[in-house]
Nanobody
Framework: QVQLVESGGGLVQAGGSLRLSCAAS??????MGWFRQAPGLTREFVAT???????SYADSVKGRFTISRDIAKNEVYLQMNGLKPEDTAVYYC?????????????????WGQGTQVTVSS
């Protein structure tokens, strides 16, 4: 049975850092990534990691966030540095068995339950 479980969210001051983790089980994935959603807004793409090592980032987080992946553990991580209040959202881990190069959330098959990230000013 496929499951994605996020952890690592919390409350942090602006300029601080958090590291999110997503533990996957049930199968391997060609694509794993992160999305986020703030109240009243649509779910937006944050970052994607492909199984061969490539990565992609939303412009809003480039230079601040880093996605990484441990293939052996079937886990993906999001290191978030220089956090801003506008980063406040529920962060979701998403995955797809195949390689996916579109950033739209509708292209991802599996989702975690989300972890709250709150950045105070």
């Amino acid at each position: 049975q496929v499951q994605l479980v996020e952890s690592g969210g919390g409350l942090v001051q602006a300029g601080g850092s958090l590291r999110l983790s997503c533990a996957a089980s049930g199968r391997t994935f060609g694509t794993m990534g992160w999305f986020r959603q703030a109240p009243g807004l649509t779910r937006e793409f944050v970052a994607t990691s492909w199984s061969y090592g490539g990565t992609s980032y939303a412009d809003s987080v480039k230079g601040r966030f880093t996605i990484s992946r441990d293939i052996a553990k079937n886990e993906v991580y999001l290191q978030m540095n220089g956090l801003k209040p506008e980063d406040t959202a529920v962060y979701y881990c998403a995955a797809k068995p195949e390689l996916e190069y579109s950033s739209g959330s509708q292209h991802f098959n599996y989702w975690g339950q989300g972890t709250q990230v709150t950045v105070s000013s």
